[in-house]
């Protein structure tokens, strides 16, 4: 391949404007992520509902910005943006849900050990029957 | 090593999205991080959805052939999956162990429940055994109460018995004083009737009548009831037999008589008897066995009133009778 640099040249100069450009066009022609949006919307949503407000604050804090900024950018039409942002949003909703059920069932069996730990004591210990 | 990722960086950068990096660390830690969490013992506890498995799986799998904003967006979206996962298991892990505790918890009330049974059976037995030793109490004091009332009515009896044979002996001393008196009086009363006989033998005399001298008996020569004569009777029969043997040859009547009570046919028997007994008595005496006739009037012939006693004394009797008349 003699003429090899120049074709090179010319192929990677316009191989690299022609993925530029469909960078741009591809993130440009991004849908609207509708279907994310309704995710992380529910995801937050059962997020607070299982408390996460107080058993995951941080969490869902961080979901709840995600989703809050994953509607801006589909406000400013960064759909691409909007995407990652709103599946982000979805699964921070959603550990945030998790961490808040894990945290409850973790006091309830705490409660639960006590309790058991207590009644031993309060009904078996006393009393001993030969 | 910076000016290789500084190209690395442009690379990726500029270049191709198929173009693969030759190591990236989020990737195989969280490719790690999922075989552990895949590979972890309770996994299967804790089923996870195999689309968001599926899901991450082709995250993770996607990262390499990614840019590294995507890459970085691939990497905290799989980490927070994973993270997710976790949580999932750990709380899959906490149900079970929930679960285990509610169970426990169920066993522990019905150990205590047992127990306590067992507590009120023995509580029971013991109730049990206390009654019974309170009605053993009770039954030895009854016991003990019985005795001593024996006792004291042996001790009674005793002063009872000692009253009763003073009694007893009182009464015999008073049987025996009655006795005496009986005997006393049996013994005057015998003699006042052995004196009554020999006065009536001695006072034998022998009567006219139209049937001839008629010599009369009376009942004393018989004990009542009897046709026997009286022993005393017997030897003092000497005046009847002289008093026949004045009348040699003569025929002689011995006739009883009684008075009107009792069955006539007894009456008749006994009037014949006792006139047997006179004639026997008369012929033992050596009197003619053949001039002596005897029979019996039972009471039909009476010589006094039988309303009273004297006068069914008197017709008590048995008449020798010697035919003078023929």
Redesign the interface.
Known sequence: MPDATPVYDTVSRSTLSALLILTLVGCASTPVPSVELTRAREAVERAQSEGAADFAPVDYRMARDALDRGRAQIESRDNSAAQESLQLAQARGELAAAKSVGARLRADVATKEAENQRLRRELLSEGQVP | MRPYWLSFGLLIA???CASAPKRDLDFERLQADWRVLDSREDRARAPLEAARVDDTLASIQAMPKSEREQRK?LA??VE??I??FS??V??AM??E??LA??N??KA??L??SR?DA??SR?DAEKLRVQSLARAEEAERLAEQALVERERTAAVEVDADLARQEADAARRLAAARGREADLARQEAQLASAQANSLQQQMAALRPVRTERGQVLTLGDVFFAGGQADLKAEARGNLKPVLDFIDRYPGQKVFIEGHTDDRGADANNLALSERRASSVRDALVALGADNGRLQARGRGEAVPIADNATADGRARNRRVEVIVDTAN
Do not use: V
């Open positions: 500029l270049g191709a967006h905290d979206l927070l999956r993270a997710n949580a999932s750990a709380a906490d149900r162990r929930m505790l509610e426990e918890h522990i009330l150990e205590a127990r067992e507590l023995l």
